[in-house]
């Protein structure tokens, strides 16, 4: 927003909008806030970029729910406009979060972590319980439950394209390089070496492009609003 952008922020969660709000008070810029279910996204107008990060897509419940996103976004993102997003990986999933616990300490806040892992589906469900401290000492406890399901490299091309989107890049996590030549640093015998293993990342970052024309994506507002 410090670069003379127009922003609208999307949740569904009343608390997050309000948190970046505050966050955002020092921008000269006016920033959108709509609290809204991303499977049910409805702009008044259409964006150059959408950005979707945090693993966001991977909170949706199954691929149906994905498709409904991908078709909402390709409405209000502008013909040759970009998608932008992160997804965790099913490698990640089963090596890294699988059946693990996890515990995080910043300043007054204790937060333990514990996940369950369902192979089949490629989900996790986490379950987590926080403790912050109060002023005399004693921990308040919150607790929250989340789950994320995983698809494979292969399934988001697919699922992009059959909404919409041609896929520009795919990134490797936490780097600029394209994935295929990430894996190459994975390659540990003469088999791995120059094969594709999309399968040993921990994240990847889509670069995603609208396809959809001008003329139909028009038509398809103009029924929106009528």
Known sequence: AKKNLDIV?????????????DKSKGFTEKILYL??????????????CAICVMDGMNHLPD?????????????????????????NTPWKHKHVLGNSSFVLENENVICVWQNYYNEKKSKVYMDLDFFQEQEDGKYIRFS??????????????????????????????????????????????????????????KAETFIAKNVLQPSTQK???????N
């Open 63 to 87: 691929l149906k729910a994905v498709e409904k996103v991908l078709q909402r976004l390709r409405l209000f993102i502008s013909p040759k406009g970009l998608f932008i997003f992160d997804v």
């Open 144 to 201: 929250d439950s989340v789950q994320e399901r995983a698809y494979t490299l292969s399934t988001w091309n697919r699922i992009l394209k059959a909404n919409g989107f041609a896929v520009e890049a795919v990134y490797a996590d936490k780097t600029t390089e394209k994935t295929e030549k990430c894996m190459m640093q994975f390659a540990q015998n003469a088999v791995l070496k120059h094969k594709f293993r999309s399968d040993l990342l």
């Open 9 to 21: 922020g999307v949740d569904a969660s009343e608390e997050m909008l309000s948190i970046a709000a």
């Open 35 to 48: 609290k809204q279910d991303m499977r049910n996204l409805d702009l008044n107008d259409t964006v150059d």
């Open 219 to 225: 038509q398809v507002l103009q029924q929106k609003n």
